[in-house]
């Protein structure tokens, strides 16, 4: 239950006459409501893709994953890191509180996504050894998007383009 849902049930637990018994009680449930809209509701955590992923996957067997994790953060050179563990072993981001906290729901951060242009046109797939690229416009969907920068920064330096954000 949220703090707008208890508001709401305290609401309904309120008396409709008007004899002093029922004013001293909802004088009472006022109270209640009047400390419960002062309460910090609980925020979500904003996470990376990556750790939804990685959350969505753990989620049934939690406590046992984020052990492991711990194991692995000890065990994997720095080099060999994946972003989940890269981000998982950043003391900054909290990463064991902020896994036992998405069990109450979290939000995906919104992340740029990237196109590769050349020249007028944009980047729109490999044809066998070649790359397609039509001059076509911003909107249209079949230009590649690419979630990775560096994914698009490789196809990029290969056909000789730049790399764009799009949201």
């Known amino acids: 239950m949220n703090i707008q849902e208890g508001i709401k049930e305290l609401e309904s637990h309120k008396m409709k006459s008007e004899d002093i018994r029922a ?20 925020q979500k955590p904003v996470v990376p893709k990556f750790v939804a992923d990685w959350f969505e ?38 990463p064991i509180e902020t896994l036992i906290h998405m069990k109450d729901g979290y ?19 490999y044809q066998g050894r070649d790359a397609l690229i039509m001059i076509i416009p911003d909107d249209n969907k079949e230009i590649k998007i690419f979630d990775s920068k560096s994914e698009a920064e490789r196809t990029a330096q290969t056909i000789g383009g730049t790399v764009e954000e799009v949201w």
């Open 23 to 42: 004013i001293r009680y909802n004088d009472g449930i006022n109270t209640g409501i009047a400390v419960m809209e002062k309460l910090d509701e609980p």
């Open 57 to 94: 996957d753990a989620k049934d067997n939690l406590e046992t994953s984020i052990f492991y994790e711990c194991v692995r953060a000890m065990e994997i050179c720095k080099g060999d890191r994946n972003e989940f563990h890269q981000w998982f072993a950043n003391s900054k981001n909290n």
């Open 107 to 125: 939000e995906v951060k919104k992340e740029p996504l990237y196109r590769v242009k050349l020249g007028e046109g944009y980047f729109v797939e």
